[in-house]
C-alpha cells in the first residue's frame, strides 16, 4: 500500500485557515463569542474546552450548517487560492454550503457518527469519492468511456483508503453493523476520500476503547505525515490531545481563553481553572 | 387604479373569505407545529364539517320557511357545535387510525405524507360515494340581509357572521394554547417533544389533543364555508391547500401567523379579483405560496409555536 | 408566559381489555368494507341512500362475520407470538452484501421469459384487453416508473406528476398543429418525443428550484398547486389549448426513413410494442442510474442529508435532478399517450391522477423498478376487470387507491417487491438509525 496521494511537502508557517473574530448566537444565547483561530497547513491542532463550550459550533460554523452574526472564515485551499468560507457586512451574511465547503477541501466527521447506515463500508467510502468525479446523469445513464474510468477511479481509490484505516475486511460489511469503533474509523475514511487539505474531527475518541484509542493515535498521525492533510481536532480525551497535537486551543463559555503548545496550555491557571470540576468529573 | 376601483367591493368578502383559511389554516399550523407534518387529510376534515352542518341544518329546517331571530342564532350555534365536534372525531380517528402505528414504528416522513394524501383521497371519495357527488346547498338559517354599506359596499348578514364566529373562535383557541394547562402541553411538544416527555407530559395524549383542537375549528370551518358556497365531497381540497399556503405565510407552526396568513391571504385573492377575471383567482394563491418560499421562507412571524403563540 | 404546573398528571383510567378494543375495530372495518363494497351511490336528494341500502342488507352479517373470524384468528396468532421476544421488525440487520453484483445468469433467463411474454401473450387476448394494455396498463407503467425516480430513489413526493403528463401531451398536440395556437410546420411524434423532454426538463427545473432549496415536504404542497394551476391554464386559455375540449386528431406515430414506411393505427398491438419498447430503454437507463454514482448520491440524501452534503454530494442539485428526470420521463409519456388516443383534454389529466401514480409506485415498492413496474401494472389491470365485471364503480376507483395508500403505509411501506436497500432503510429508521427520505430541514440550518 503506497501514499495515495502525494502533495507539496508543508511549508512552516504557511496559513491555511483564518478565523477572525467570529460570534455566533442563537436567540439570547451566544455560541462563540468573537472567536479568533488560525491553523498553518501541515499541523494537527486541538480545540478543547469544557461541555458546552462551542467547539462543535465552531465545526458547524467552519462547514457552512450555521452562519455567524459576526466575522470572518478564510481558508486557502490546495492550490493557494483564498476561498471565503464565511464573509459579508453585519445586514447580509454569506457562508459557503457544505458541499462547497467541502469541495473546497474542507471534511469532517460527526460527533455522534453518521454513516450511511443502510450501505455498505465500501459504498460509505465510494458515495464521498464519488463526489470528486465529473460524472453526470447522461454518464451514467450511458455508461460512457469517461463515467466508466471514473467509477474504476473512485473504486481504486475506495480501495487504498479502506486499506489505510486498515478496514478492507469489512468493505462488504452493513455499515450499521460494524462496531463502534470500526464505525469511527470508516468514517474518517469517508471523509477522506474527498481529498480534503483540512479534516475536522469531531470527538474521535468517544466511545472507544483503550486499545481503539491507540489505534486511533497512530491512524490521526499517519493522516497527517503520510497523507499530508491538516488536522483540526475536538477532543475530550487529554491524553490522546497531549500526544497528537501540535497546538491547543481552549475554548469556555464560546471564548478562546487560551492557546499554546500543549504543556504551556496545561500549566495555565485560566484553563485549570475552567476544568476544575467539568473535566474531573468527566474522565 | 383596478385595486382602489372596487377595493371596499372586495375587502369585505376578502376578509370573510380570509377568515375561513384563517380557521383550517389554524389546523395545519397545529399539526405542523406537533409532528412537522402537512396533513393533508385535514381538508377532509372540513369537509366532514360541511357536510354535518349540511345535515344539521336540514333536520333543523325542514318547512322550507327562513328561520329568524332567536331561531336562526340557536340554529345557528347548533349547525357550529355539530360540525366542530364531527370535525374533530374525524380529525381524532385520523391521528388515532393512521398516524399513530406509524409514529410508534418512527417512520420516515415520506411515509406520513402518503398516509395523510391517502386518507385525504379515501375520505373525499367515501363521501362523495355515501352523500352523492353533486354539490348540495345548506338551508338558510337566517335571511342574508344588507346591513349597511361602507364606501358603497353592502355588507351582509352572512358576511358578518362568518366574520365573527371565525374571529371569535379564533381568540378562544389563541387563549385556550396561552392560558390553559391543555395549550402548555402543546407548546412544549411543539417545542422539543423528547424533552417534554422526560418532563412527563403524555405526548400521544397532547398530539390528539392538537389534532381534537384543529378539527373542531376546521369543522366550524366547514359549516361556515358550506352556508357561503355549497357542500361537495371535494370541497375541501382546494381551501386545503389555500389553507397550508396561508400557513406558510404567517409562519408554518405559529398560530398567530396562520390567522394572520389566512385573513391576508383572503384579501389578497379577493382584492385580486378586481385587476384579473375571476377564473384565475385559484392561481394567486400558490404564486404566494411560491414568492413566499423563495424570498421568506420562515414567513411573516417566524415559524415557532411554542415562541409566538 | 410561564407553564404552571407539569401540564399532565398521570391519571387512573379504566382499561378496557386491549382485546375487545380490537374487536370492536375489526367489527367497525367490516361495517366500513360493507359499505365500500357496495355498488349503490348516493344522490343530494337522498343522502342516507347508501348507508341505509349497505347497513340494512343481509350482506353486512357476512362481513362481521369476516371480521370476527379475523379477530379470532389474529390473537390467536398473537397469543403465540408473545413467546418470542424479538420480532422480525426489530431484529437488527447482518450479513455481508454485494456492493456492485455482476446480473446474475438466472436474473437474465427470467428477464428474456418476461419479455416473451410481453410480447406473445398479448396477441392471443380479446380487442378489450389489448386496448385496457396499452391505455392503462402500458401508461402508467411508463409514469410510474419515471415517478420512481423521485419518490422512490430521491425519497421526494411529487403530488403534480402528472401535470407534466399533461405538458407533454399538450406540446405535441402543439407540434401536431392539433391545437388552436399552430407553429408553422407539424413534426412526427417521433421528433416530438426529445422536445417534450426538454419542455419537461425544464419546467421542472423552474419549478423545483425555488422549492428544493427548503425543505422536501414543501415540495409536495407545491407541486399539488402546480398541477391546480396547469389545470386552470388549460381550461381558461381557450384561445391556446382549446379549453374544455381539448385537441383533436393528434396524429399517429410514423416512420419514413431509409425507404421503410410503417404508421400506427388505431390497433393496439402496435402500440403495446411501441409502449414496451420505450419501457425497455427507460428501464434500461434507468437501472443502470440506480447503480451508478447518480443513485448512490440520491441514497446518501435519503440516509442522512447532512451527512452526505458534509461529504461533498450537492443535496439540492442532485434532488432538483430526480425532479427533473422524472418530469421528463412524464413528459415522455405524454408524447405518447396523446398519440395513441388521438383526443386529449384537461379532464384527461386530474389530480386525483398523480396521486394514483403516486399509489403504483407505493404499492409496487418505492425504489424497486421490478415492484413498481408490476404494482402499476397489477393496479391497473385489475380495477379494468373489476370494472368490465362490473364489480367495483368507476368513481369508487380513488377512495380504493386512497385506503390502499393507506393500508400499505401502515403494515408493509416497503411495498410487494420491495428494494432490498429501502427495506434495510426502513427497518432502520424504525430503530432510529437511519433515515429513509429527504424531507428533513436542509443541511445548511438558517441560524
Not at chain 2, 382602489?4 to 389546523?27: D, K, N, R
Not at chain 2, 417545542?191 to 383542537?213: E, P, Y
Not at chain 3, 372495518?29 to 340494512?56: C, F, K, Q
Request: charged residues 15%; proline residues 4%; hydrophobic residues 50%.
Amino acid at each position: 500500500m503506497g501514499t495515495p496521494v502525494t502533495r507539496t511537502p508543508p511549508k512552516a508557517g504557511e496559513v491555511l485557515l483564518t478565523v477572525r473574530q467570529v460570534t455566533l448566537r442563537f436567540g439570547g444565547l451566544t455560541s462563540l463569542s468573537e472567536v479568533d483561530l488560525h491553523l498553518d497547513r501541515g499541523e494537527i491542532l486541538a480545540v478543547i474546552g469544557p461541555n458546552g463550550a462551542g467547539k462543535t459550533s465552531l465545526f458547524n460554523c467552519l462547514t457552512g450548517v450555521y452562519t455567524p452574526q459576526e466575522g470572518t472564515i478564510e481558508f486557502i485551499t490546495a492550490d493557494r487560492t483564498p476561498v471565503q468560507l464565511v464573509s459579508g457586512t453585519a445586514r447580509r451574511r454569506r457562508s459557503r454550503k457544505p458541499h462547497a465547503v467541502n469541495h473546497a477541501g474542507i471534511a469532517r466527521t460527526f460527533q455522534n457518527i453518521r454513516l450511511f447506515a443502510a450501505l455498505s463500508a465500501f459504498d460509505n467510502v465510494k458515495i464521498a469519492a464519488e463526489t470528486r468525479q465529473r460524472t453526470g446523469p447522461i454518464g451514467a445513464m450511458l455508461r460512457l468511456p469517461h463515467a466508466r474510468a471514473n467509477e474504476r477511479n473512485s473504486d481504486r481509490r475506495t480501495e487504498e483508503l479502506l486499506d489505510f484505516v486498515g478496514l478492507r475486511a469489512v468493505a462488504d460489511e452493513l455499515a450499521s453493523s460494524l462496531s463502534y469503533g470500526v464505525q469511527r474509523r470508516l468514517e474518517i475514511a469517508r471523509a477522506l476520500a474527498t481529498d480534503p487539505a483540512l479534516l475536522l474531527l469531531d470527538e474521535p475518541a468517544a466511545g472507544t476503547n483503550p486499545t481503539e484509542k491507540r489505534e486511533l493515535e497512530g491512524l490521526i498521525r499517519r493522516i497527517n505525515s503520510e497523507l499530508d492533510v491538516t488536522v483540526l481536532l475536538i477532543e475530550h480525551d487529554m491524553k490522546l490531545v497531549m500526544s497528537v497535537a501540535d497546538r491547543v486551543t481552549v475554548l469556555n463559555f464560546g471564548k478562546v481563553i487560551a492557546e499554546g503548545r500543549p504543556e504551556e496550555v496545561q500549566r495555565n491557571p485560566a484553563v485549570i481553572e475552567a476544568y476544575l470540576g467539568s473535566a474531573e468529573e468527566e474522565s | 387604479m383596478c385595486l382602489t376601483q372596487h377595493f371596499w367591493q372586495f375587502l369585505i368578502p376578502g376578509i370573510t373569505l380570509g377568515s375561513l383559511y384563517a380557521l383550517i389554516a389554524i389546523g395545519y399550523t397545529l399539526v405542523y407545529g406537533v409532528l412537522q407534518l402537512i396533513n393533508f387529510a385535514h381538508s377532509e376534515v372540513f369537509m366532514t364539517g360541511g357536510f354535518a352542518g349540511l345535515f344539521i341544518a336540514q333536520a333543523l329546517v325542514t318547512t322550507g320557511v327562513t328561520p329568524h331571530g332567536a331561531d336562526s342564532v340557536l340554529y345557528m350555534l347548533a349547525g357550529l357545535a355539530g360540525s366542530a365536534v364531527f370535525g374533530a372525531i374525524v380529525a381524532f380517528l385520523l391521528e388515532r387510525v393512521a398516524y399513530r402505528p406509524l409514529r410508534r414504528r418512527n417512520a420516515p416522513r415520506l411515509v406520513y405524507l402518503i398516509t395523510a394524501i391517502g386518507a385525504s383521497l379515501f375520505l373525499a371519495n367515501l363521501a362523495g360515494k355515501l352523500f352523492g357527488r353533486d354539490k348540495s346547498n345548506i338551508p338558510d338559517l337566517y335571511s342574508n340581509g344588507v346591513v349597511f354599506t361602507l364606501f358603497g359596499a353592502q355588507v351582509r348578514v352572512q358576511q358578518l357572521v362568518i366574520i365573527g364566529s371565525g374571529l371569535g373562535l379564533m381568540v378562544l383557541l389563541d387563549t385556550v394554547v396561552r392560558r390553559t394547562k391543555l395549550g402548555a402541553g402543546i407548546r412544549s411538544v411543539a417545542q422539543d417533544a423528547q424533552t417534554a416527555s422526560l418532563m412527563g407530559v403524555n405526548i400521544n395524549r397532547v398530539i390528539s389533543q392538537t389534532f381534537v383542537i384543529g378539527g373542531l375549528l376546521g369543522g366550524a370551518a366547514g359549516f361556515l364555508f358550506g352556508t357561503y358556497l355549497n357542500v361537495h365531497y371535494q370541497m375541501g381540497f382546494l381551501p386545503g391547500i389555500k389553507a397550508f399556503a396561508a400557513a406558510v405565510l404567517g409562519g408554518i407552526g405559529n398560530i398567530r401567523g396562520a390567522m394572520l396568513g389566512g385573513l391576508l391571504l383572503g384579501i389578497v385573492e379577493s382584492l385580486s379579483q378586481s385587476c384579473m377575471s375571476s377564473q384565475w383567482i385559484d392561481v394567486v394563491a400558490f404564486v404566494v405560496l411560491i414568492l413566499v418560499l423563495m424570498f421568506r421562507p420562515t414567513g411573516i412571524l417566524g415559524q415557532r409555536l411554542g415562541r409566538a403563540a | 408566559m410561564t407553564i404552571g404546573k407539569p401540564p399532565v398528571q398521570v391519571r387512573r383510567t379504566r382499561q378496557v381489555d386491549p382485546r375487545w378494543m380490537r374487536l370492536g375495530g375489526w367489527l367497525v372495518m367490516g361495517a366500513l368494507l360493507r359499505i365500500m363494497t357496495d355498488t349503490a351511490e348516493g344522490t343530494p336528494s337522498d343522502h342516507w341512500y347508501v348507508l341505509s341500502n349497505a347497513l340494512e342488507s343481509p350482506a353486512l352479517i357476512g362481513w362481521l362475520a369476516a371480521a370476527v373470524v379475523v379477530w379470532a384468528l389474529l390473537e390467536v396468532w398473537r397469543a403465540r407470538q408473545l413467546g418470542s421476544v424479538v420480532s422480525t421488525w426489530t431484529a437488527a440487520p447482518r450479513g455481508r452484501l454485494r456492493t456492485l453484483s455482476a446480473v446474475p445468469l438466472t436474473r437474465w433467463l427470467m428477464l428474456a421469459a418476461v419479455a416473451a411474454a410481453a410480447i406473445v401473450i398479448p396477441q392471443f387476448l380479446s380487442e378489450f384487453y389489448q386496448r385496457v394494455l396499452v391505455d392503462q396498463v402500458a401508461v402508467f407503467v411508463l409514469l410510474a416508473v419515471g415517478l420512481n425516480v423521485v419518490v422512490g430513489w430521491a425519497g421526494l413526493l411529487d403530488l403534480g406528476y402528472v401535470a407534466f403528463f399533461a405538458i407533454g401531451a399538450y406540446t405535441c398536440a402543439y407540434f401536431t398543429r392539433a391545437l388552436p395556437v399552430r407553429p408553422p410546420f407539424a413534426l412526427n411524434p417521433f421528433v416530438i418525443l426529445p422536445i417534450a423532454v426538454l419542455v419537461c426538463l425544464t419546467a421542472g427545473l423552474l419549478l423545483g428550484a425555488p422549492t428544493l432549496r427548503l425543505r422536501g415536504d414543501y415540495l409536495a404542497i407545491v407541486t399539488l398547486g402546480f398541477h391546480e394551476i396547469v389545470q386552470l391554464f388549460l381550461v381558461n386559455k381557450n384561445n391556446w389549448t382549446g379549453g374544455n375540449e381539448g385537441a383533436f386528431g393528434i396524429p399517429h406515430f410514423s416512420i419514413n426513413l431509409f425507404g421503410i414506411h410503417y404508421s400506427w393505427t388505431l390497433a393496439s398491438l402496435p402500440y403495446w410494442y411501441l409502449f414496451i419498447a420505450m419501457l425497455a430503454i427507460l428501464v434500461f437507463l434507468f437501472n443502470r442510474l440506480e447503480h451508478s454514482k447518480v443513485g448512490r448520491s440520491w441514497t446518501s440524501i435519503r440516509e442522512d442529508e447532512v451527512a452526505a452534503a458534509a461529504n461533498g454530494v450537492p443535496t439540492v442539485k442532485y434532488k432538483l435532478m430526480a425532479f427533473a428526470i422524472g418530469a421528463s420521463t412524464s413528459g415522455l409519456s405524454g408524447v405518447l399517450y396523446a398519440s395513441r388516443i388521438g383526443y386529449i383534454n384537461p379532464a384527461s389529466f386530474p389530480i386525483v391522477l398523480s396521486i394514483t401514480v403516486l399509489s403504483y409506485v407505493i404499492f409496487g415498492g418505492m425504489g424497486s423498478l421490478i415492484g413498481v413496474i408490476v404494482g402499476a401494472a397489477l393496479l391497473t389491470f385489475l380495477p379494468a376487470v373489476f370494472q368490465e365485471q362490473a364489480i367495483v364503480r368507476q368513481e369508487d376507483i380513488p377512495m380504493w387507491i386512497g385506503a390502499i395508500l393507506v393500508v400499505m403505509m401502515i403494515f408493509r411501506s416497503q411495498g410487494l417487491i420491495p428494494s432490498r436497500r429501502r427495506r434495510r432503510e426502513l427497518r432502520l429508521a424504525a430503530q432510529g438509525i437511519a433515515d429513509a427520505d429527504a424531507m428533513s430541514e436542509s443541511p445548511e440550518g438558517r441560524s
